[in-house]
């Protein structure tokens, strides 16, 4: 049983228990579109949409939002954007800034349309809720006013949960300054029920400057925002959430949620939504920011993979792992496989081929992870997946890719078959022009490095000679003389296979060397061991 389906088995648990309300579930995410939203943000959208799926194939009524806040200050330029032009923008609210390009009602938009197309790619498709509409058509005003009553003990709540000390004339409200139009610069010092108190500081932040204006305003009707931690529990009740999840830099203890949840539950009276802490989705190990233009965006990286295996990449990964991509290397071509092996376990779970025992289990789990991965519909019967990796190497010595993938087949492709190996050409052709040669350096580095005993040496040049006289790449003939090779010179292959290993891939293992030569080609390898001799 995968991750999404154990919490649903949970929450369903709790709802026959009584101790989760027996309505319709509303499963919520948010973000702030401050720029080009990254990849990261994307394994939250598809954590959400799971488990609103998984609750619906489970007959329980639910709903799916996607909340843009798009109401929050710009505080900070993203790199790629001209910071003189933009700077006079800082600490204003995105919606009310005009886009980078024309089409786009505003900053705000531009970017999170880009991310919308992104998540409906790869099957994604929640009811988009904007933060400036639920402000600016009154829909926030009931819990603003809860809010601002109960300001000492939200400022005790803050102190109590996190030890964050608020001062006495601190309320949870920043107001757009009438003056300078700027929400990031202002704070509220009084509220008399009716109007609040505000100055706009010219020193508050680092990233704008106020205009000294003071004023009174009424809270209501979009003419300011609750601060995001408090905001966050006030979402929750003013959409009826139920389950929300977020990252573990928010749900540790004393962090955001917990503060939060405080509100929501003592102050708002609405219960703390289903939580789902998961870990981060990072490129190359560094975590990503939208408005710093820190990392991949999710629109960069859904470029280089098919949508079903994009969307793979993400649903395979328990929640509480940390997922790191990292498109050079063997990263992509493991992907591949990895998603074909999944595929194949859900032809079998289809035929009807599951062993007993934890080897049918783990079966399962990869047929599961496949229904939910697949963004087109699935195949009704088995079907011959042509590899990755042998398409990558196909191309990369210009061999006929469909004439192999027919001879390996001993049939001519299907129609289906046929439209899979397009697809893969077009992302194998943008893995060698995009991330092929850092790999290729990587290796060399690693060869480079690695010194092969005389035995070794003398197996390697056996092995080039005899690979030398193939004239088909057929694996059974290259298995034979890679075993008469070891045969005839009487090599351990424990001995001088890490040899072989090092020179072809660059690691002292690997899969079987038949294998290895059809997916690389015999040209490819002879040119590779041909490296000791250098």
């Known amino acids: 049983m995968i991750w999404v389906d154990r919490e649903i088995k949970k929450i369903k648990e709790l709802r026959q228990s009584g101790k989760r309300k027996n309505q319709p579930e509303w499963v919520d995410d948010m973000k702030t579109p401050s720029g080009r939203i990254h990849v990261g943000a994307l394994r939250g959208v598809v954590i959400h949409d799971l488990v609103y799926k998984v609750l619906l194939e489970n007959g329980i009524k639910s709903n799916f939002t996607y909340v843009f806040d798009d109401h929050d200050p710009m505080d900070a330029i993203p790199s790629y954007l001209n910071y003189s032009h933009w700077e006079k923008y800082a600490g204003q609210q995105l919606y009310r800034i005009p886009a980078p390009r024309s089409g786009f009602k505003n900053f705000a938009e531009f970017y999170a349309q880009e991310f919308i197309e992104v998540f409906n790619s790869i099957n994604c498709r929640p009811k988009i809720i904007w933060s400036s509409q639920l402000y600016n058509q009154g829909k926030m005003n009931s ?76 809270p209501f009707n979009g003419t300011g925002k609750i601060p995001w931690k408090v905001e966050w529990a006030a979402k929750w009740k003013v959409i ?44 190359g190990g560094k975590k990503m920011s939208s408005s710093k233009g820190v990392g991949s965006s999710a629109k960069e990286v859904a470029q280089i993979l098919p949508a079903n295996v994009f969307r793979f990449l993400i649903v395979r990964t328990p929640i509480n792992t940390a997922l790191d991509f990292n498109p050079y290397g063997e990263t992509i071509l493991n992907l591949f496989d990895d998603y074909d092996r999944c595929l194949n376990a859900y032809f079998d779970k289809q035929a009807k081929k599951i062993p007993k025992g934890k080897t049918g289990e783990v079966i399962l789990d990869f047929a599961r992870i496949i229904e939910l991965s697949q963004v087109t519909p699935l195949p009704k019967k088995r079907l011959f997946l042509p590899r990755f990796r042998t398409i990558v190497n196909l191309i990369k010595n210009r061999m006929d890719v469909l004439t192999f993938f027919n001879d390996q087949k001993k049939s001519l492709l299907t129609k289906e078959e046929k ?15 995009t991330y092929y040669q850092e790999e290729l350096s990587e290796k060399t580095k690693k060869i480079k490095t690695f010194s092969l005993t005389n035995k070794q040496k003398q197996f390697i040049n056996d092995l080039t000679k005899a690979l030398l006289t193939i004239k088909k790449e057929d694996k059974e003939l290259i298995q034979s003389t890679i075993f008469s090779v070891l045969k005839k010179g009487k090599y351990q292959a424990r001995e001088v296979f890490p040899a072989f290993y090092q020179l072809t891939i660059g690691q002292p293992f690997g899969p079987k060397a038949a294998d290895l030569i059809i997916q690389e080609g015999i040209k490819e390898i002879i040119k590779k061991l041909d490296r000791q001799k250098t």
């Open 143 to 218: 819990v603003i006013k809860e809010v601002l009553d109960a300001a000492p003990k939200i400022r005790e709540i803050y102190y109590r949960v996190s030890k964050a000390t608020k001062p006495e004339n601190w309320y949870p409200f920043n107001v757009v300054c009438e003056k300078c139009q700027k929400i990031g610069t202002t704070m509220v010092y009084k509220w008399d029920g009716k109007y609040v108190y505000y100055r706009c500081l010219p020193q508050m932040v680092s990233w704008a400057q106020g205009c000294g204006h003071q004023g009174k305003v009424s």
């Open 240 to 283: 009826g959430v139920t389950i929300e999840g977020a990252g573990k830099d928010h749900m540790s203890a004393g962090g955001s949620h917990d503060i939060a949840k405080s509100i929501c539950e003592q102050i708002l009276r609405y219960p703390t939504p289903y939580p789902l802490p998961y870990e981060w989705f990072t490129v």
């Open 419 to 433: 439209e899979i190996l397009e697809e893969r050409i077009i992302f194998a052709k943008i893995y060698l022009k």
